[in-house]
């Protein structure tokens, strides 16, 4: 919506929309088509291009997005690019981009079959061979599924809108100082110099403040110098570089959980320390790190011969029991939501429906046979009478099915107002154990469904804004309760309101009203959900 925010020149902002391009005719999903741009451009104009055509129009369909390492360039002809995923190597036909591909350059990008060779589509990130140990490391240890995760939409939000487009903070002694005291003193004066870090991030962050602080601050047993200046001076580039990947590698070589003690943990991560530094690497050439770290020290005349590195793993626990929820026992019997949902969504599969022009609801007269298979019914009887006609959301159980299946996008509206089924995705979500199924529709009401929405009343919905805001307390607040337990709504009431209740005009009726809007806002929910 703003891409000079992120695209400041002309070249950016170009190089931008070819990479979108890119994105969109060969990643994208069309949630209407339920397939790429460029597979409804085959099936609806194929038969248009002659034989030779079509076939290379069909090759695209293998088009190949991953990382590769350039092999070799023919300026002006073609460059050999080895794709680090499957170790296969392509002949690439490209004019412009072998005047600056270099031999050993890293890139990311997407390559298409054509006639007998591969022709470039689009280069989303490239890096020269001397800067780009890292990220081959990185891309070869991943898993093979790596191109569902590393996708070009990524690659745009984190490395050229989210990265790139933010200020580099400045790495120094100030810097460490201003940050360590914003995130330090607050905390000392509120525990009174007891830490007690409440999940694992927090304390990462603190050390790596306090790792900051020591390694940008002058040492006397240094001669006044920094840590960070000695290491500057004695430790080289590709040292630094290989440090890294040694410490990726560990992480993911070592599981601490599967040790039962410190000591074993750290023989082990000392044997996989001894491992890669003495293990050839094709990204070195098949030498091995020990060799290219004495290489790099002989060249800047250093004439250490140690490796003084030390990887440790310390499970941190933060004072916090860690607690499995085992979701193998959920079923039906617990609450038939699940059940009634897939049956919502399925109907959609055989009906065509379209929905109300002004506030596109399901059709009353769908929402009554849509309810005939369902187990938990609504109640379409008014005075003894069935009802003929009506609005969705007076029918609040099914109304929240369908709120759920929008906002976890198994359905969606299309732009003529028919109801679409998003057939992949509700597949994914139907091969799914119930319980599974289930703490995933918990988890998308609180965070995507708008409560303010379920409600018909707006008085109500402004207590639906309320405790949606503040769900986090209010779910606190059923931790001291036992499993299968009655949950006194008075009681939950004087929890989150104390006695400010009492200090109201009329308490009673207060208490009265307050009862009736956590019933109805957060208690039914819940009880649909089979949470309480």
């Known amino acids: 919506l703003t891409p000079e925010k992120h695209y400041r020149t002309f070249d950016d902002k170009n190089w931008a929309e070819l990479r979108f391009a890119d994105h969109f005719m060969f990643s994208y999903i069309s949630q209407y088509y339920e397939m790429t741009p460029l597979e409804v451009f085959l099936s609806k104009n194929l038969s248009n291009y002659n034989r030779h055509d079509q076939q290379i129009f069909l090759g695209f369909k293998d088009n190949i997005f991953s990382g590769f390492t350039i092999a070799k360039v023919v300026v002006g002809f073609y460059f050999m690019a080895k794709d680090l995923t499957s170790g296969k190597e392509y002949k690439v036909r490209e004019n412009k981009a072998t005047y600056t591909l270099k031999e050993g350059d890293y890139i990311v990008g997407r390559i298409l079959p054509y006639e007998t060779d591969y022709a470039l589509s689009n280069v989303n990130l490239t890096y020269p061979k001397e800067s780009s140990y890292i990220l081959k490391r990185l891309w070869k240890n991943s898993p093979s599924d790596i191109t569902r995760i590393v996708t070009p939409l990524m690659i745009e939000k984190e490395l050229f809108q989210k990265y790139r487009s933010t200020p580099k903070e400045k790495n120094n002694l100030e810097s460490a100082e201003k940050k360590l005291k914003h995130f330090l003193f607050p905390l000392m004066r509120e525990l009174s110099g007891k830490f007690n870090f409440s999940s694992n991030d927090e304390l990462i962050e603190f050390q790596q403040l306090f790792m900051d602080f020591w390694n940008f601050s002058s040492r006397d047993e240094f001669g006044g110098k920094s840590p960070e200046e000695i290491n500057e001076q004695k430790i080289g580039p590709k040292e630094k570089e290989l440090t890294r990947d040694l410490m990726f590698y560990v992480q993911s070589e070592v599981d601490p959980g599967n040790f039962s003690n410190q000591d074993e943990l750290n023989k082990e991560v000392k044997k996989c320390q001894e491992r890669w530094l003495h293990q050839p690497q094709e990204e070195l050439d098949h030498k091995t790190p020990w060799e290219v770290i004495l290489e790099e020290r002989k060249r800047l005349g250093n004439p250490r011969k140690d490796y003084s590195i030390s990887i440790t793993i310390t499970p941190v626990s933060c004072g916090m029991k860690e607690e499995y929820i085992d979701l193998t026992g959920l079923n039906m019997k617990d609450t038939p939501l699940v059940k009634d949902l897939e049956t919502f969504v399925y109907y959609f599969t055989k009906n065509r429906v379209k929905v109300t022009l002004k506030n596109r609801w399901i059709p009353f007269k769908h929402l009554k046979l849509i309810e005939e298979n369902f187990i938990n019914k609504d109640i379409f009887n008014f005075l003894g009478k069935e009802e003929k006609r009506g609005e969705e959301p007076f029918k609040r159980y099914i109304c929240f099915i369908d709120f759920l299946s929008r906002a976890a996008k198994f359905i969606y509206i299309d732009k003529k107002g028919w109801v679409q089924v998003n057939a992949r995705h509700f597949k994914e979500f139907s091969e799914k154990s119930y319980g599974e199924k ?10 995507k469904v708008n409560w303010t929405k379920l409600q018909i009343r707006d008085f109500i919905a402004i207590y639906a804004k309320e405790y949606q805001e503040i769900f986090i307390d209010i779910l606190y607040c059923f931790h001291k309760y036992e499993v299968n337990k009655n949950i006194e709504t008075e009681e939950l009431v004087n929890q989150l309101y104390g006695s400010t209740i009492e200090n109201m ?28």
Not at 438 to 447: D, H, M, P, R
Not at 520 to 530: D, E, M, P, Q
């Open 438 to 447: 289930l703490f995933e529709l918990f988890f998308t009401w609180v965070e």
């Open 505 to 532: 005009e009329s308490p009673e009726e207060a208490m009265g009203h307050l009862t009736t809007m956590i019933d109805r806002v957060i208690l039914l929910y819940l009880k649909w959900l089979g949470v309480i």
